[in-house]
Structures are given as structure tokens and as C-alpha cells.
């Protein structure tokens, strides 16, 4: 039992005045059937025992199967509820079904039996700092709010990229696909944190109705109006003289044979309000993807006059603020700045705030940690109500249904890639949106290390015609410290991330692909280092710690 309690309790920090031993001591177990009433009267028997005679507050996670939510509500509200005087709070997990007619059923199923204020619906990116700090960002600073319209912004682009596969449970993510996984709900608490009003006070019941009056806004989506769909397939690389494999979605065996489930999706979201009429919303989300990503990307129109200023020609937007979500939490403001000299030439630059520098001696709660405390205190402010997700799911039903109904072909993208063929297109076309790659960023807001990387790219293609074997990149990366004091790195990723890399038949890389490896390796590490991935897949085993040596 504690080999199973140190694993689960592996993030928990403990102090000498509460050890580890301490707490464990205030954890037991209860088994029994999810549909067995004479379970739950057992465990309500063995709570009143610690409860002591006194009215004691429970709060129960349901980190169960859609399916047995019914029978495990109706078993706790007949059999298992706190005493008069203290409150029942249920903690629901996602899927909140498959779509409106399941989450209609299920919406009747709970609503019977507790009122809305007993119900916490988790969406645990509610529970991450940059989201939680979109509010804040918007009405505490009148900089931002004031552009904060159709007048101003270009476009608004969220995105979530992971660089995992479906780890074996592939089966399992079949029957939801991404779109359900990931995109109605984490991406769409975003959006709504992006575009709805300021709510009439700063209360569960202001933003629960602040949110659903965005959502009535937004147009319903299918097929035909702007969707794209990919799946990814094996890739793989060879580095060092050793060939490393990852499967394809469809090699994985627990997945139905020729499914077209799709691994990437985008779509969209058009807003028929005054504050957001004209502006497009592009939402997209993989996996299979060459890393793993979280951020929203607001670009503001480009005016005549920015031009007279040096603005680069062809520039897409004069100005990018980008919140970076995860990895390496941040916000940063993209402008233009006039490069010191006697002559009016402007370059892009960056204006920068990196939690961990900031905040450098704040405690940063995990995102559960956060929901569970609210919950506990009956703030619903940070949870889903039922209302978000009537019109949340009349949102995406149609297209849902057509996926399911007509199986409409996929891109096929090869694992690591950065998005599947003919996505950039599609994304100019329908969200009036230029795809950029995000290894630039890194250079912006790095600098100290990318200086230190070109200093020792120079010095080792000073004899190679301005190029390097792309053998040399790591133990260059290392010296720079881009992976830590260390150097360590999975082997197996190290091979995917930099079989990307453009070489010559020699093997040789110009500056620009070796700075874009190392700001790859660089985030990878970085999302390593915070251990949050999803619950579709987990770390590559292949070489777990290697350590990669100096070389030449």
C-alpha cells in the first residue's frame, strides 16, 4: 500500500512538520461496486465514524466512465450525502458526453438528483495560470481591452500541439477523436476567456452568463464551412548509425482497422456580435505534432502608416501577443523597434514575461490542486456549468454527427511533423491566417542563448563553408546550456526532433536549421521538465535519462 500511495502522492511536496508518513496515515480505502447501494451505505457508515457525530462537508471526484454516472449519483444521493448542516459537492470529470442528445440525457441524470451549485464539471485547463490570467490581462489593463475588437485584431489563433502518440489507448481515443478530446472543451473555456464580455460582476453567476452570451453568438459548425481533418503515420529517423520508429495511429492494435478518426483537427469560429463580427478564430489541435504546445495568438491589423515606419514589407500583422500556456509559461508582446544607427531601419522585437523569472518565489499550484480547493470552498466560477455546455455542444453536434456519419478522408501527416500538407494553405484561405513557425520565437526570446549557439556555430563551420554536420548540433547545444545543466535527453527524441532538421547529402546544416534543432530541443526539455502531459499518452521509455556527451 505505500509503494501505491508513493506513487500516486509522487508530486506532493512535503514539509518536516508533515511528513510523508503523516499523511499517508490520513488516507484509507473503501471498495465496492459503482451500482451497488449497499456499497455506498457502507462507505457513508465508515464517514460518519470519522465525522465524529458532527456534520463533516464531502466532497467526491468522479473520475469515471460517462456510462456509471447515473448509478454513482443516485447511490450517492440516496445512500452516501452529507448530514444536515454540511454540503455534498460532486467533482465531475470530462467527457460530459458525446454530444447535445447524450449530454442532454446525462445534464437530466445528475440535475435530478443534485442542484447545480453541488456540481463541479473539471476542466482542468481553467486551472492553468495563463488562462486563469486572460481576465485579468484584458480588464485590469485598459492597453488591451481598448483594441480588444474587430477595430484592432486580425485574428485570434488557439492552439494545442502535443509530440505524443496514443500510447496503447488508442482504442479508447477512437471513440472521442480530437475534436471531443480536446477542442469542445479546453480550447473552447479559452475562446470564451478570449471573447466574451466583461461579465456584470466577477461571480460564478456573471461569468457563467457572460460566457453563454458569447456562445449564442457563435455559428454552428460543419463540413463545408471550414474544417480541417488529418491522422498521423509512422515516421522514422536515423541518428548516430541507429534507425528509431514511431508507429502510426492506425498501427496502433487497440485502434479499429482503417479508422479515419482524425489525430489533428481545426476549425473556424465566427462570432456574430459587434466586438467580433469579421474576426476568425482559428482553433486547431493534434497529436502526433513535432512538440508539445499550448498558446493563444492574437495578431492586430496592420495599418497604411506602419509602413512609412519601416514595418517590413509582406508583414503579415504589425504586432503579435502571444500567451504562451505551456510549455514555459509566458506572455509576449511582438512589435517593431528601430535598429540603433543613422539610418531608419526597424526590426522585430520582443517584449517578454516569463512566469518562472517573474514570479520566481510564487508557489504555482497545479492546476487540479486549484479546482479541487474551489470546489471545496463552492466556487463554480472556474467549472463548467450546464448551460456553457447546451451551447457548447449545439456548437459542434452538426459537425460531430457528419464526422461519424459520412467518415470523410483525413490528411495523412507523418508523426513529428508541424502540421499536415496543405494545412497552411487551408489556414490562409479560411482564417485569413499566414502559419509561422515557432522555433522564430525562440530566437526573440532567447538571446543570450542564441548568441552563444552562433558563436559556436561559426567557429566550427568557419572551415565548412558556413555549415556543420548535424552530428555536432548536440554537444554544441549542451555547452551552450539549451538542455540543462546536464545535457540529458531521451535518445529516441533527440533522433525524432532532429530528423527534421534540412541537411545537404553530407549531412551538413546551415545556421538557420541549426539554431531551429536547438530551439526545438530546448522546448522539448522544457515540457519534459514540467510532467504534464495528457491522458492519452505518457513518456517515450526508449533511452529514458541517456546522456548525451561532447563530441566533436
Same mark, same amino acid.
Given at each position: 500500500m505505500t509503494e501505491f500511495l508513493a506513487k500516486q502522492c509522487s508530486n506532493v511536496k512535503f514539509k518536516e512538520e508533515y511528513p510523508q508518513s503523516k499523511f499517508f496515515g490520513q488516507i484509507t480505502f473503501h471498495a465496492g461496486a459503482y451500482d451497488a447501494p449497499d456499497a455506498f451505505q457502507k462507505l457513508d457508515v465508515k464517514m460518519k465514524q470519522y465525522?465524529?457525530?458532527?456534520?463533516?462537508?464531502?466532497?467526491?471526484?468522479?473520475?469515471?466512465?460517462?456510462?456509471?454516472?447515473?448509478?454513482?449519483?443516485?447511490?450517492?444521493?440516496?445512500?452516501?450525502?452529507?448530514?444536515?448542516?454540511?454540503?455534498?459537492?460532486?467533482?465531475?470529470?470530462?467527457?460530459?458526453?458525446?454530444?447535445?442528445?447524450?449530454?442532454?440525457?446525462?445534464?437530466?441524470?445528475?440535475?435530478?438528483?443534485?442542484?447545480?451549485?453541488?456540481?463541479?464539471?473539471?476542466?482542468?485547463?481553467?486551472?492553468?495560470?495563463?488562462?486563469?490570467?486572460?481576465?485579468s490581462l484584458r480588464w485590469a489593463n485598459q492597453v488591451f481591452e481598448s483594441v480588444?475588437?474587430?477595430?484592432?485584431?486580425?485574428?485570434?489563433?488557439?492552439?494545442?500541439?502535443?509530440?505524443?502518440?496514443?500510447?496503447?489507448?488508442?482504442?479508447?481515443?477512437?471513440?472521442?477523436?480530437?475534436?471531443?478530446?480536446?477542442?469542445?472543451?479546453?480550447?473552447?473555456?479559452?475562446?470564451?476567456?478570449?471573447?466574451?464580455?466583461?461579465?456584470?460582476?466577477?461571480?460564478?453567476?456573471?461569468?457563467?452568463?457572460?460566457?453563454?452570451?458569447?456562445?449564442?453568438?457563435?455559428q454552428s459548425l460543419e463540413l463545408g464551412n471550414g474544417v480541417f481533418l488529418g491522422q498521423f503515420t509512422a515516421n522514422s529517423w536515423t541518428m548516430g548509425g541507429q534507425l528509431h520508429k514511431e508507429p502510426g495511429y492506425l498501427d496502433d492494435t487497440t485502434v479499429p482497422k482503417g479508422s479515419k478518426c482524425p489525430t489533428f483537427a481545426a476549425v473556424v469560429l465566427r462570432i456574430n456580435n459587434e466586438r467580433w463580427s469579421g474576426?476568425?478564430?482559428?482553433?486547431?489541435?493534434?497529436?502526433?505534432?513535432?512538440?508539445?504546445?499550448?498558446?493563444?495568438?492574437?495578431?492586430?491589423?496592420?495599418?497604411?502608416?506602419?509602413?512609412?515606419?519601416?514595418?517590413?514589407?509582406?508583414?503579415?500583422?504589425?504586432?503579435?501577443?502571444?500567451?504562451?500556456?505551456? @510549455?514555459?509559461? #509566458?506572455?509576449?508582446? &511582438?512589435? $517593431?523597434? !528601430?535598429?540603433?544607427?543613422? *539610418?531608419?531601419? =526597424?526590426?522585430?522585437?520582443?517584449?517578454?514575461?516569463?512566469?518562472?523569472?517573474?514570479?520566481?518565489?510564487?508557489?504555482?499550484?497545479?492546476?487540479?490542486?486549484?479546482?479541487?480547493l474551489n470546489a471545496a470552498k463552492g466556487d463554480g466560477s472556474l467549472f463548467v456549468s450546464s448551460a456553457e455546455l447546451v451551447e457548447a455542444w449545439r456548437i459542434f453536434t452538426p459537425l460531430l454527427h457528419q464526422i461519424d456519419e459520412q467518415k470523410p478522408d483525413?490528411?495523412?501527416?507523418?508523426?513529428?511533423?508541424?502540421?499536415? @500538407?496543405?494545412? #497552411?494553405?487551408?489556414? &490562409?484561405? $479560411?482564417? !485569413?491566417?499566414?502559419?509561422? *513557425?515557432?522555433? =522564430?520565437?525562440?530566437?526573440?526570446?532567447?538571446?543570450?542563448?542564441?548568441?552563444?549557439?552562433?558563436?559556436?556555430?561559426?567557429?566550427?563551420?568557419?572551415?565548412?563553408?558556413?555549415?556543420?554536420?548535424?552530428?555536432?548540433?548536440?554537444?554544441?547545444?549542451?555547452?551552450?546550456?539549451?538542455?540543462?545543466?546536464?545535457g540529458k535527453m531521451d535518445g529516441k527524441k533527440v533522433a525524432q526532433i532532429l530528423g527534421n532538421i534540412k541537411r545537404d547529402g553530407a549531412g551538413m546544416v546551415d545556421i538557420d536549421e541549426y539554431l531551429k534543432g536547438a530551439a526545438a530541443l530546448k522546448r522539448h526539455n522544457i515540457a519534459e521538465d514540467e510532467h504534464d502531459h495528457s491522458s492519452w499518452g505518457g513518456k517515450s521509455t526508449d533511452a529514458p535519462g541517456l546522456k548525451w556527451a561532447p563530441g566533436p
Open positions: 465525522e465524529n457525530g458532527k456534520p463533516g462537508n464531502r466532497l467526491y471526484f468522479l473520475s469515471i466512465p460517462p456510462t456509471i454516472f447515473g448509478d454513482v449519483c443516485k447511490c450517492i444521493a440516496e445512500k452516501s450525502r452529507a448530514a444536515s448542516g454540511a454540503f455534498t459537492h460532486l467533482i465531475i470529470e470530462k467527457p460530459f458526453g458525446k454530444d447535445s442528445h447524450t449530454f442532454d440525457i446525462l445534464n437530466k441524470t445528475t440535475s435530478s438528483l443534485f442542484k447545480e451549485t453541488e456540481l463541479y464539471r473539471i476542466d482542468h485547463y481553467l486551472g492553468k495560470e495563463v488562462v486563469l490570467n486572460l481576465t480588444w475588437n474587430n477595430k484592432y485584431i486580425e485574428s485570434v489563433e488557439i492552439t494545442f500541439k502535443e509530440d505524443l502518440g496514443t500510447g496503447g489507448r488508442g482504442g479508447y481515443f477512437d471513440g472521442f477523436g480530437i475534436i471531443r478530446d480536446i477542442m469542445q472543451n479546453h480550447l473552447l473555456q479559452v475562446f470564451m476567456l478570449c471573447a466574451m464580455e466583461p461579465p456584470a460582476q466577477m461571480s460564478t453567476a456573471g461569468i457563467i452568463s457572460a460566457k453563454v452570451e458569447l456562445l449564442k453568438a457563435v474576426v476568425p478564430f482559428l482553433m486547431k489541435a493534434g497529436k502526433g505534432l513535432d512538440e508539445r504546445l499550448g498558446e493563444v495568438r492574437i495578431r492586430f491589423k496592420s495599418q497604411p502608416y506602419n509602413r512609412l515606419f519601416g514595418s517590413p514589407a509582406g508583414a503579415t500583422s504589425t504586432n503579435e501577443l502571444v500567451l504562451r500556456i505551456q @510549455p514555459e509559461e #509566458a506572455l509576449f508582446l &511582438k512589435t $517593431f523597434t !528601430k535598429q540603433p544607427g543613422l *539610418e531608419q531601419i =526597424t526590426r522585430s522585437t520582443v517584449m517578454e514575461m516569463h512566469y518562472k523569472d517573474e514570479f520566481a518565489n510564487a508557489y504555482v499550484g497545479d492546476a487540479y490542486e486549484r479546482m479541487f483525413v490528411v495523412l501527416y507523418p508523426f513529428h511533423s508541424q502540421y499536415p @500538407p496543405g494545412f #497552411a494553405e487551408w489556414s &490562409k484561405k $479560411f482564417a !485569413k491566417i499566414v502559419q509561422g *513557425e515557432n522555433w =522564430t520565437d525562440f530566437l526573440a526570446t532567447h538571446t543570450k542563448e542564441v548568441e552563444d549557439l552562433t558563436k559556436g556555430f561559426n567557429a566550427s563551420s568557419s572551415q565548412s563553408n558556413g555549415k556543420i554536420h548535424v552530428d555536432q548540433m548536440t554537444s554544441h547545444i549542451i555547452r551552450a546550456g539549451i538542455l540543462g545543466t546536464e
